[in-house]
C-alpha cells in the first residue's frame, strides 16, 4: 500500500459518521502498529468508544503499557472539537494512575475561542509534571504511515480490521471496513 493509498482508504473510512467508533479503532491499530515496530511499550490496553473511560478502568481511550505494566502514554481520542473542560476532565484519572504523558488526538481541531486556555492548562500542568500533548489525527496519521513504510502500513490496515473485530464494533463499521479495502 502506498501512502497516498492508505491515507486515503483511512480518510474515506472515518468519513462516515460513526460516534467515534472508527476512529478509535484505527488510533488504537496505529499505536500497536507503533508499539510494534518502534519498541516503545508493549500493550495498548483500549477502552469501548462509547463507554465512559473511568467504567472501563482506564484513563484515557488507549493505554500504552510498558513491561512492568505501567502505563508510559495515555491517549485521548476526540471525533470532534477539543474543549478545555476535556483536557480538564482527562486530568484527575491520568494523575490517579501516576500517568504523566497524556496525549489528545483530535480529528476536527480544537475550538478556536478555547486555544488560549487549553495553552495555558498545558503550560501550567507541564509545571507540576504532566506532559500534555494536543495533536491533529490527520498530522499525526501522516507521519506514521511514512515511518511505517510500506510493510507497515499493511500491517497498520490488518490492525484495522483486527481491532473493529476486538471492540466488538457494530458489523456496519466492520462492513465498511471490509467494502473499504475490496474497493482498492
Sequence with gaps: MSLKQTRRLVRDFLSVPAGGVRLQAVVAAMFRNIGK??????????????VADARSGVAADLECMAENNKVVLAVEVKDGKLRLRHVQDKLPAARGKEIS??????????????????????EREFITG????VCEFETFLDACLVLFGEEGRG????????????????IVHRRGWSDALLSL
Design 37 to 50: 515496530r518502534f519498541r516503545l511499550f508493549n500493550e495498548v490496553r483500549c477502552g469501548a468508544a462509547n
Design 101 to 122: 504523558e497524556l496525549l489528545f488526538l483530535v480529528h476536527g481541531g480544537t475550538e478556536p475561542e478555547e486555544n488560549g486556555d487549553i495553552d495555558s492548562l498545558i
Design 130 to 133: 504532566q506532559n500534555i500533548y
Design 155 to 170: 500491517e497498520f490496515l490488518r490492525e484495522i480490521g483486527m481491532e473493529l473485530n476486538n471492540q466488538r464494533a457494530d
